[in-house]
């Protein structure tokens, strides 16, 4: 599962971009 920790990567950045 390499796509989940690239997809919690992605998530946590955009949430703290989206702050």
Sequence with gaps: ???IRYITQVHQA???GSH
């Design 14 to 16: 955009v949430q703290f």
């Design 1 to 3: 599962m390499f796509k």
